[in-house]
Each structure stands twice: as structure tokens, then as C-alpha cells.
């Protein structure tokens, strides 16, 4: 027992001794910082370290460090991922793209990989402003207000700038998805009164759509325990009259990506997009999704 | 030192100095150290039940008539009827102390004492109960290891009931222990039993488990002796539960006003409260649970991680060497081998009853998730006692090693064993203040290692007062914070307790907010995308971190 006593005792101290301190964040986000380029994606391993991760790319990126990174839906069309590591971790992420280069601060370690990099034609998000909006038969406005609410429990906060359709609105939120990750997407509620459409006027279309959809945590896990009980939510795309495919988001799917892949006739063409959101169930379904319209290597 | 466990020596005034110089020399401690723990959630809304009660109370010490009238009782005590009102009534007697002669350093530790006193006198206790069952060596081993778990050391702190129930229950316990033998303890019994009640509904299964313990150990043990020809040596009358059932009740209703009037109505809306208990969201082992089912291992692992792992492996050795003890009577022949014997009060059951009895109610897939190791800190009392009678017998094989080897040294054994086996309880102990809820043992890898294995990092929104030299140094005069998981109340005691400096507001609306801040627990990710979407950035200004795991983050509104 006295050896036991003297392990545990040293153990604590080793345990201390290996945590990475607020420098070695710094210096490995500045040197990250310091190669930054359009279209680089970050993740961290564990995941709990991800407000270490912020709070350092915050400081040393400023406002380059924004919500479509921390939120990033997937890493479609981004072009490098600077992966953060810390206690010998992993990112889930590091299966993608090739390894290009690593260096340790500190305790911190830091991979960057090259991505396939598919050419961003548009993103449906970014350009959210430039869509029109109607729910049922009503037509709904783009309004600039004040963000508010939030709290616990209090769901997405939606971006200043949104469509309102009377009591709702259609906009660019960050929803808490299944698994607790932020994913920043367009807040599509389904409607009792018919379908939801967001409607896009001239979208470039490369080879492919690459959608990514999913609940607010709190509905789709009501739902999924015990039980699935939630109606599925349908996500329809189409180009003029054209369908060009379909997603169905069922409880238990949580963000999930579905890519479509455009016509040959339609590549390299520009057309009408709508996007249109159909369910049985118009409460507790705060259906989000992002995408992007891609080409080919840039 | 004695090698025998049985038998101990007559427990006599000494032994009552020793507890009370425990129980002294703890509150001291937490009396020191309180005013680097935040005021947490539910004792917030205690301060206000407190201040409530004192309203009354004043009215009652001044002799004023109104103090006894329906009207005036539900005034004062519907606050925070969900919990009976022994502890609050002691916080607010505490609190009118403070108003009239100023005794404490700060408004939190005048809330805090009472529960501080009751909690520390479980050490007194469980220094005698170790000490009559087992040796002085044994109950003093057990009382220190009890104090020493990191989060015992936490919730001894607060003006909440963990601490306070663990001390009643124990209290009843030994008192039904030493009843069997000594009839006259069966009113003391009675009567601690009804303050019991009276500090939380923990008390309401321990009936149950003494009742277990009477009819299957004690009761079975006793006629086969007799039946034999041996003189009797327990009471074979339930004296205590009589006590129980007659002294109980009544002490339950009569210490709580708000059940003086309508009172079976009244009891059916707090045990109501109870029974449809609402889950807690809590995350572990990877996995964040807002129902049912509730894990079953759940208390086991929570123990094995936050019990220092020395005091863990000496509780099962303990065990392991009192098992035949505990064994049913008529059950010895399956376990020939060794030389525990069980006493007449089959005391290794009773504890080791006590122990499992909570946990196990925990275990069950249909009981409410509460999270946490606080509604089973009992459990941990009656495993310090299974540390303590290994630690007697290291202490034991050490010193018969001195004696061969090296005489002189012999006597140092046993304070050597004690300190040595303690060591890594004090050091982790120490290093988990003030992020006790946070803190996790070498053996889940410290806090980092149980942010790895998916372990729940806090509750209640304590960890604000740790950012209180942040935000002292760092925000501009008016500023106002959007708090998350901490309660107004407990707010704004940092206030009161001169801790954050007073032109530091709370604010209830995260847009117009200075500063927000996020309490990270797995299901308050969504707070931080709440502030990415109000403020546009994600980025926060400040993180608040224990051994390099995020406890707060601090946002900046780039428009303030």
C-alpha cells in the first residue's frame, strides 16, 4: 500500500507537470496565424479543448477567425486543415486530405493537411442575403434587427439579418447539432401552412451540391429517446422546374451531408435554385442546413 | 499500537477531545478557505430560504404573536419548500447572529457555518464510530480520509444539506448501533432520527436498511446465541424503531413551520417533489443523460474517480478482510479461511450496508439522474471506515517490521503509515480547491484525463468567483456580465462579499451584455453558439481553466 501511496502522489504531479499552458496555445496559433490562407479549415483533439483552440485563434487571427471556421459545417472546398492536438490525441478530422507538415510547441502539436480543395463555386450561406424567402403562400422580408435572445435551453440565436415570415424567420444561425458540435447553417423551420423555399436567382453549378443538414440537439434527441417519434424532415432542390434531388433528415441522423451531383447539361451553367423544406411536423423541428456549390480541383 | 481490532478500549472524555478537536481544526479549515468557493446554484436559492427564515425568526425571538399565524408562517417559509428547514433554519439563525454582532469575515460564511459545523462533526463521529467498533487508530484514520476526498472537502463548505444529511445519517446510524446493546440510545435514536428528516429526504431509506440489518443479521445471530444457552446481549425489541416511528415524525413537523398548517397536503406537495424528481443533465463516460435509464455504474466509477485511489484500494482491502464478518449468521462454513469473527452487532454488515445502500438506490435505471457524488456522500464515510482497519493493519505489519529490523523506529511506524497512506488525499485535496466539483484523481488521469473519458466538469456555476480577479482587473467601469449557469443571488454575494468590485453588474439579456460568460458542461455548448451568433465572434477573450481544462469561457460584446 505504500508503494500505491507514493505512485498515486507522484502520479497527480505528472498529470500536472503535462498540461500544455496558455503560451503553447499561443505560440502554435501564431505560427499558424502567420500561414493563414483563404479557404484553411482548424479543428483541435480532444474536442474539450476547443474554447483553448478559439480563444488562442481569436488572438492571434482576429477578426479572420470567424463563425464560419468555429462553425465550419465540413470541410468541402476548404483547401488546407491545420489540425491541434494535445496528450497524444488525434483529430477524427486527420483522416482527410495528406499530410503536409508538423511542429510541436510546447505540448501542443500541430499538423497541417492539404484537402482536396474543390473549387467554391457559392456558398448558400454567405450569400443568404441575396435569396428570397416564402413560407406557404407568403412571401417574407429581409429584416435587420438586433440579435437577441439566448440562454439556456433558449435554442439558435439568429443572425441580425433574416427573413421574417411572420412568426418565424429563415437565417443564418449556429445550431448545437447532435453530438454537441456547432454547425453554421440556414434555420429552415418546416411550415404547417406548406412548404418552406428559399430561393437562390443565379447560382453557378460545377459537378456537384454538397448539402449538410440536421436538428437543433434539443428536438432531434427528444424525439430519438426513447423513441423515434419526430416526422422526418425533406430538403428539395430544384433548378427552374428541375429536381435535382432530394434529402430526407430523419431523428438519430444528426448532421449529416448528402452530396448531389449536377447534371452534365446543367455544369458550367447558371440557374434558379430553390431550396424547399417539407414536413408533417412544423414544431420541434428547427431544421438547419448549409451548403455549397462545387467544382472541380481549383 | 494494538494489534487487535476487536475489543477496543473504553471510549471515554479523551476520545471526545480528539473529535471535537477534529471537527475544530476542520471547520477552521473550511472557515479559511471559503471565500475562494463561488457561492453555488442551490445555495443561492438557500440565502434567499435563509433570509426568508430569518424574517420569522426575528418575529418569533421578539416574542411578536403574528410569528405563529398561518398567514405570517406562509409568508416566511414557502420559500424553498421542497426542502425540509432544519439546515435553513440554522443558516438563518447564523445570519441574524452576523447582522447583530458581526462574527464572520464575509456574508457567505456566516450562510455557510452551520453547514460547515454539521458537516465537520461527521468527523467526530466517525472517529468514535471507528473507534468503539475497531481502534482509535481505525477511527481517526477514517475520519481524516473522509475529510481529505476532494469532494467531500468541496461540499463541506457550503450552506447546503450534503454535508449536514452525511453527519445525520451517520449520527443515526451509530446511534441504532450502539441501541442494540444499550437500549437507552433508542430515544436518542428516535430523536436524531426526526432531525434527520428534517435536513434532507435522504433519511427516508435508512429505516429500510437498518430494518435489513436488524431482522437479517442482528436478530438471527442473537436467537441462535440464545438458543445455545448464551446470556442475552441484544436488545431484541426494535426499541429504536419505535423511536423512529414515534419521536420522527413529530420532530420532522414541528422543526418546520410551513407544515404546522394543511399539513398532510402540505407533506404530499414536498414528497411529491421528490418522487417525480426531475433528471439532471449529466455527462459521463462520454455520454451526456437528460433521462432515463440512469447508468447503473454510475456511482461506482464517480467513487473509483474521485475518491483518492490509496483510500479506494484500502476500503475494498478492508472489506476483503471483514468480509467473513459480514457474512449472514449460519453463513460462516462458506468462508472458512481467516479470523474476522462478527460482533453481536454485526457492525461489518451494518456499514457496509450503509455503504452500498445509497449507491445502489443511485445504480437503479429508473431512479433521477442527480449527477455528481453528493447525494452518496455517506457511502464515503463508512469506506473510510473499510480504509481505516486496513490502514490499522499496514500500520500494524510496519511496525512488527520495525521492531525486527530497526527497534528504535518502531514507535514511528504507525504516524509514518498514517501521513504516508494520506499523502496523496492531502495533495489532491489541496490542489482540487476551489475547483472541487472539476477535480478527478490520478487514476481518471486528473482533470484532463477525465475531460478524455467524457466526465461531467462542473454544476451549479460556481467557478464565476474564480474569475473574479479576471474581471476585477480586466473590466471597464460599468461593465455588466450575462452569467449562464450562476444565480443571481449567488451573484451577487460576490458583491457582498466584496469579492468583484461593485460596478460589475449581472445582465439578463446576452445582447446588450458587456461580457457573457459560459459554464462549460457538454449541453451549455449551445450558450457559446448563442454568443458566436449575438456578438459575431467565436473567439473568447479569456478561458478560465483547472490543470488546462476549460471551466469558463469569457466572451467580449465587440460593441460595448
Known amino acids: ?298 | 499500537m494494538r494489534t487487535a481490532l476487536e475489543h477496543p478500549a473504553r471510549i471515554g472524555p479523551r476520545d471526545h477531545l480528539i473529535g471535537a478537536a477534529l471537527t475544530a481544526a476542520y471547520v477552521a479549515l473550511l472557515l479559511a478557505t471559503s471565500s475562494d468557493i463561488g457561492m453555488a446554484r442551490d445555495e443561492g436559492f438557500y440565502v434567499e430560504a435563509g433570509e426568508s427564515y430569518a424574517g420569522w425568526w426575528r418575529l418569533f425571538l421578539d416574542g411578536d404573536e403574528s410569528a405563529l399565524e398561518q398567514a405570517t408562517i406562509d409568508r416566511y417559509w414557502s420559500v424553498n419548500h421542497e426542502h425540509p428547514s432544519l439546515p435553513k433554519s440554522l443558516f438563518a439563525l447564523s445570519w441574524i447572529a452576523e447582522e447583530r454582532f458581526h462574527l464572520f469575515a464575509n456574508h457567505s460564511a456566516a450562510f455557510r457555518f452551520p453547514g460547515m459545523v454539521l458537516s465537520a462533526l461527521s468527523l467526530w463521529l466517525l472517529y468514535l464510530f471507528g473507534a468503539r467498533a475497531y481502534s482509535r487508530y481505525v477511527g481517526l484514520f477514517a475520519a481524516a480520509a473522509y475529510a481529505l476526498i476532494p469532494t467531500v472537502f468541496y461540499h463541506s463548505h457550503l450552506d447546503c444539506f450534503d454535508g449536514p444529511i452525511v453527519t445525520m445519517l451517520t449520527w443515526v446510524t451509530y446511534l441504532y448501533w450502539r441501541s442494540l446493546t444499550q437500549p437507552r440510545f433508542a430515544i436518542l435514536a428516535g430523536v436524531a432520527y426526526g432531525l434527520c428528516l428534517e435536513t434532507k429526504h435522504n433519511a427516508w431509506i435508512l429505516p429500510l436498511v437498518l430494518l435489513v440489518h436488524f431482522l437479517g443479521f442482528v436478530l438471527p445471530a442473537e436467537l441462535a446465541s440464545r438458543r445455545v444457552g448464551h446470556r442475552p446481549r441484544v436488545n431484541l425489541r426494535p426499541d429504536w424503531l419505535i423511536a423512529f416511528a414515534l419521536l420522527g415524525p413529530p420532530i420532522f413537523v414541528m422543526l418546520w413551520p410551513w407544515l404546522w398548517n394543511d399539513t398532510v397536503q402540505r407533506f404530499g406537495e414536498y414528497a411529491g417533489f421528490h418522487f417525480g424528481h426531475t433528471h439532471y443533465n449529466t455527462q459521463y463516460l462520454g455520454t451526456t443523460y437528460f433521462g432515463e435509464p440512469s447508468p447503473s455504474s454510475f456511482p461506482f466509477v464517480e467513487t473509483l474517480f474521485t475518491v483518492p485511489l490509496v483510500i479506494v484500494v484500502l476500503a475494498v482491502l478492508g472489506i476483503a478482510m471483514r468480509f467473513r464478518a459480514m457474512l449472514p449468521p449460519g453463513t460462516l462454513g462458506i468462508w472458512p479461511r481467516g479470523t474476522a469473527v462478527p460482533d453481536v452487532r454485526r457492525t461489518d454488515a451494518m456499514l457496509f450496508g450503509v455503504m452500498l445502500a445509497p449507491m445502489v438506490v443511485l445504480a437503479m435505471p429508473w431512479t433521477p439522474i442527480f449527477g455528481g457524488n453528493k447525494h452518496f456522500l455517506v457511502a464515503f464515510v463508512n469506506l473510510a471506515l473499510f480504509a481505516g482497519i486496513a490502514a490499522h493493519r499496514v500500520a500494524v505489519v510496519a511496525s512488527t517490521e520495525l521492531k525486527q529490523h530497526a527497534r528504535a523506529y518502531a514507535p514511528l511506524a504507525a504516524p509514518f503509515v498514517f501521513v504516508l497512506l494520506l499523502a496523496p488525499s492531502i495533495h489532491e485535496t489541496e490542489h482540487s480547491h476551489p475547483f472541487g466539483l472539476s477535480h478527478y484523481t490520478w487514476i481518471a488521469g486528473g482533470p484532463p484525463g477525465a475531460a478524455d473519458l467524457g466526465m461531467m466538469r462542473q454544476f451549479w456555476g460556481f467557478t464565476t468567483r474564480s474569475l473574479t480577479p479576471w474581471l476585477n482587473a480586466n473590466a471597464p467601469e460599468g461593465s455588466r456580465v450575462w452569467l449562464c449557469d450562476t444565480l443571481p443571488t449567488s451573484f451577487e454575494m460576490l458583491h457582498r462579499d466584496e469579492l468583484l468590485r461593485r460596478d460589475i453588474h449581472a445582465a439578463y439579456d446576452m445582447a446588450s451584455a458587456d461580457y457573457a460568460i459560459v459554464h462549460h458542461e457538454e449541453h451549455f455548448n449551445e450558450v457559446d453558439y448563442q454568443i458566436w451568433m449575438t456578438w459575431g465572434s467565436p473567439a473568447p477573450v479569456h478561458v478560465l481553466t483547472y490543470d488546462g481544462v476549460p471551466i469558463i469561457s469569457v466572451y467580449a460584446n465587440p460593441h460595448r
Open chain 1, 1 to 298: 500500500m505504500l508503494p500505491l501511496a507514493c505512485v498515486e502522489l507522484v502520479g497527480s504531479l505528472v498529470v500536472r507537470a503535462r498540461v500544455p499552458d496558455a503560451n503553447d496555445w499561443n505560440v502554435a496559433a501564431e505560427a499558424v496565424a502567420s500561414e493563414w490562407q483563404e479557404g484553411d479549415a482548424v479543428t483541435v483533439a480532444p474536442r474539450w479543448a476547443d474554447p483553448l483552440l478559439r480563444e488562442a485563434m481569436g488572438r492571434a487571427l482576429g477578426e479572420r477567425f470567424d463563425r464560419s471556421i468555429a462553425g465550419s459545417p465540413g470541410l468541402d472546398g476548404d483547401t488546407r486543415l491545420w489540425a491541434f492536438s494535445i496528450r497524444g490525441h488525434d483529430s477524427p478530422l486527420l483522416g482527410e486530405g495528406t499530410f503536409e507538415h508538423e511542429a510541436t510547441y510546447g505540448r501542443v502539436r500541430v499538423e497541417r493537411r492539404r484537402l482536396p480543395g474543390r473549387l467554391v463555386l457559392f456558398d448558400f450561406v454567405d450569400k443568404l442575403e441575396s435569396a428570397s424567402a416564402t413560407r406557404g403562400e407568403r412571401s417574407c422580408s429581409l429584416t435587420h434587427a438586433r440579435a437577441s435572445g439566448g440562454g439556456l435551453g433558449a435554442g439558435p440565436v439568429m443572425a441580425a439579418s433574416h427573413f421574417s415570415c411572420g412568426g418565424d424567420v429563415i437565417g443564418e444561425t449556429v445550431i448545437e447539432d447532435l453530438h454537441f458540435e456547432p454547425r453554421r447553417c440556414i434555420s429552415m423551420r418546416p411550415s404547417g401552412m406548406g412548404s418552406v423555399t428559399l430561393r437562390y436567382d443565379d447560382v453557378p453549378l460545377g459537378e456537384a451540391l454538397v448539402l449538410h443538414a440536421g436538428l437543433h440537439w434539443v428536438d432531434e434527441r427528444h424525439h430519438i429517446e426513447p423513441e423515434h417519434t419526430g416526422a422526418p424532415v425533406m430538403l428539395s432542390v430544384i433548378a427552374g422546374e428541375r429536381s435535382l434531388g432530394e434529402l430526407t433528415h430523419r431523428d438519430g441522423d444528426g448532421w449529416a451531408s448528402y452530396t448531389i451531383a449536377v447534371p452534365e447539361e446543367l455544369r458550367g451553367t447558371r440557374q434558379p435554385l430553390s431550396f424547399v423544406v417539407q414536413s408533417e411536423q412544423s414544431h420541434d423541428r428547427s431544421f438547419c442546413w448549409a451548403g455549397r456549390s462545387l467544382g472541380g480541383a481549383p
